[in-house]
């Protein structure tokens, strides 16, 4: 596969200056990156852990700077005056937040429009930002290492769908292969003469030629986009899911084709109201559910997932070092968490070693939600007591973490949930409960009072040294063992805990001194 760019080789990356100043940092200098795109012009601001990074602030407005264009080949002119106020405002909010210099890339309408190069050279003149246009297969290979970010270690193929343009990667063990960029964006589609049955045919003979050039793909299928969003959240609606994040979200082609129909039999504005899509976007949804129909035929996907990461995100995978990409990103945010918010950073590791003997048959996936567990078992203890439960499922439920499947993040929000409260009746767990198994759901319980349990036993090193959980499953007997060290740590409250622990087991207990 060829994931090389010109850029490679440059260790000032892309746009002339390294975005992260240590290769080797953890941490995330605040930055800005402003996706200048077909429909919408948008600053991101991203903060915190570099391989996770979050959103610290996030910004957009529908320009639709390339309505029209199949007709005058310029941008649209009222388009072009609401970005260029757009990126004065985001300007002056860099300035206010004390950022370094905005990154501001442009992909179809300005690499496109005649009058592209003078739009950009109004932007530097009015407000000293330089624009940097990238190239269809440019865009390509940057959504992908967006969805890289979230996603390491994917199979499959990215799709990114913008206002005027929609490009494919592949991507394969952490790499980008091949990638092409096409004109099916809806606002192009829009545009077409031939009406219903014209667009069709075109679109089907695109799709065709992009498969030919992509060869097959029977992978998952990751689809960027704003378009994309706003019929996941339709599909969502028809489904009733109840968890109303986008990122991760799965459908499959039975759904997708469900969607379909669902959408075109719809009043649109009811639909957009019930949804919460804005009407400059619910405009395209109509042509683009024809692109994503014909998308899934042509590809068949083993199956399909939303990823709430894109160019923006690529940007800063291209120039994170290998070391940095190889990380984990949940783990890498869990202990940039701990490491912000804990109160004894560090505890999260020393409560992993203690809580893992339940769980020795665990694979290597289910080990890393305990771990993350484990980091961000102590993070919400600022919020009030009778709140901290809440606090922390909805955290994890609903942060911005990656690598997280929808029942992975409703496993560790209940794991964390149990760690300050025995009980989930009552909880929004309830709502959520059909995203997990009964048996998932009893294991996110074991571990999440083993975390409120073991954060009894605040260990200094010399404590910890000897004091574990031993559990043998077939004859249902949890074992704590303790050394002189840890005995005073172990009072009511703390016996309380590891009783309700084994409760939950179906174990009897016994408790040992090491002498």
Request: glycine share 10%; hydrophobic share 40%; aromatic share 8%.
């Amino acid at each position: 596969m060829d994931g090389t760019s010109d850029s490679d080789h440059d260790p000032m990356g892309l746009f002339g200056r390294p975005l992260f100043n240590d290769p080797k940092a953890r941490a995330l200098s605040r930055v800005g990156v402003v996706d200048i795109g077909s429909n919408s012009v948008r600053l991101v601001v991203f903060d915190g852990a570099a391989r996770s990074p979050a959103y610290f602030y996030n910004e957009k407005l529908m320009c639709a700077l390339g309505a029209g264009m199949s007709d005058t080949g310029r941008l649209n002119p009222e388009g072009r005056e609401r970005a260029l106020q757009a990126l004065k405002r985001f300007q002056a909010l860099a300035e206010g937040m004390n950022l370094p210099p905005l990154t501001v890339v442009a992909t179809a309408a300005v690499r496109e429009a005649e009058d592209g190069p003078d739009f950009r050279e109004d932007v530097l003149r009015e407000t000293g930002l330089r624009i940097w246009v990238i190239g269809g297969e440019e865009e390509a290979r940057l959504s992908a290492q967006g969805v890289l970010l979230g996603w390491p270690g994917s199979y499959g193929l990215v799709c990114d769908i913008g206002g005027s343009s929609m490009e494919l990667a592949e991507i394969a063990g952490g790499r980008v292969g091949r990638r092409i960029s096409s004109n099916l964006g809806p606002l192009k589609l829009r545009d077409l003469k031939g009406g219903q049955k014209g667009r069709e045919q075109h679109i089907k003979e695109v799709m065709d030629k992009l498969a030919e050039h992509m060869g097959a793909q029977r992978d998952r299928l990751f689809l960027v986009g704003g378009s994309w969003r706003a019929i996941a959240r339709i599909d969502m609606y028809r489904r009733g899911y109840p968890l109303h994040v986008l990122h991760e979200y799965r459908m499959d082609k039975k759904s997708v084709s469900q969607t379909v129909k669902f959408i075109k039999s719809s009043d649109l504005e009811e639909l957009r109201t019930a949804c919460g899509v804005s009407s400059a976007r619910m405009d395209l949804v109509p042509y683009a559910v024809d692109v994503l129909k014909r998308l899934v035929q042509t590809f068949k996907p083993k199956d399909i997932a939303i990823s709430s990461y894109g160019i923006r995100e690529g940007l800063l995978y291209e120039q994170m070092p290998q070391e940095l990409r190889d990380r984990d990103p949940l783990i890498e945010a869990c202990r940039f968490a701990e490491a912000k918010d804990a109160r004894l950073p560090g505890f999260g590791k020393k409560l992993f070693r203690f809580v893992s003997p339940l769980f020795s048959k665990g694979d290597k996936a289910r080990m890393r939600l305990i771990k993350a567990a484990c980091l961000l078992h102590d993070v919400s203890w600022r919020a009030h007591p009778d709140y901290r439960a809440e606090t922390c499922f909805d955290n994890a439920t609903r942060a911005n973490l990656g690598g997280l499947k929808h029942s992975e993040r409703v496993f560790l929000g209940l794991a964390l949930l149990h760690r300050y409260k025995n009980k989930r009746e009552g909880t929004r767990f309830e709502d959520l409960e059909g995203l997990l198994s009964e048996k998932l759901t009893l294991e996110a319980e074991v571990l999440g009072k083993a975390l409120r349990f073991g954060a009894m036993l605040w260990m200094s090193d010399a404590s910890a040294d000897g004091t574990a959980l031993d559990w043998k499953p077939r004859k249902k007997l949890l074992r704590l063992k303790l050394t002189k060290a840890s005995v005073p740590l172990y009072g009511e409250v703390a016996e309380a805990r590891f009783l309700s622990l084994a409760a939950s087991l179906g174990a009897e207990t016994e408790v040992v001194i090491k002498r």
